[in-house]
């Protein structure tokens, strides 16, 4: 019944049935305009010319598994940047009001990540998802290539284990 559903959903709307239901991968990351934490608009393709294997990871202040993701990859954060050549996008959806939220919550748990706001969440529509915490990894070039929804302790290893194959490309 949910296939025949999704299936009448996908002639209606004019998507697969797929795309209702999964984050995009093995795709390049799409292009938008964000903001930086101090107000100024960037466009995320300016933070995968470099080269490097990219971490997306969408957050809010009001979601604790979130924290709890960066927190444990902020243990390893300055090791994954030396050996691996990593950064780090920590994009929160936080809404306007609570946006004001977002530098003391940085501050707070010492992150030193690239900080950016999808607050009308235009990133998020892009890429298919409803649930945080949503974490993808970019190869060099800012191809998707693989994504995990939730966070449970323990995966940031499991992160680790997929940007050493990509570090060893």
């Excluded at 892009?126 to 995966?155: A, C, M, W």
């Amino acid at each position: 019944m949910k296939l025949i559903l999704s299936l009448i959903l996908s002639v209606v709307l004019g998507f697969s049935a797929t795309d209702i239901t999964e984050p995009v991968t093995n795709n390049p990351f799409p292009e938008a305009e964000l903001k930086t934490v101090d107000g100024e608009i960037v466009n995320t393709a300016d933070y995968l010319k470099d080269g490097k294997i990219t971490v997306v990871s969408f957050w809010a202040t009001w979601c604790s598994p979130c924290k709890r993701e960066l927190d444990a990859i902020s243990d390893y954060y300055e090791e994954w940047q030396e050996d691996y050549d990593v950064q780090l996008i920590a994009i929160t959806i936080d809404n306007q009001r609570s946006l004001a939220k977002v530098p003391a919550t940085i501050e707070t748990k010492g992150w030193d990540y690239i900080v950016l706001s999808d607050a009308n969440q235009d990133l998020m529509r892009k890429l298919n998802f409803q649930t945080i915490p949503q974490t993808f990894l970019l190869d060099r070039e800012g191809n998707i290539v693989y994504s995990h929804n939730g966070y449970n302790s323990g995966d940031e290893f499991e992160l680790e284990d997929h940007i050493i194959e990509l570090a060893d490309q």
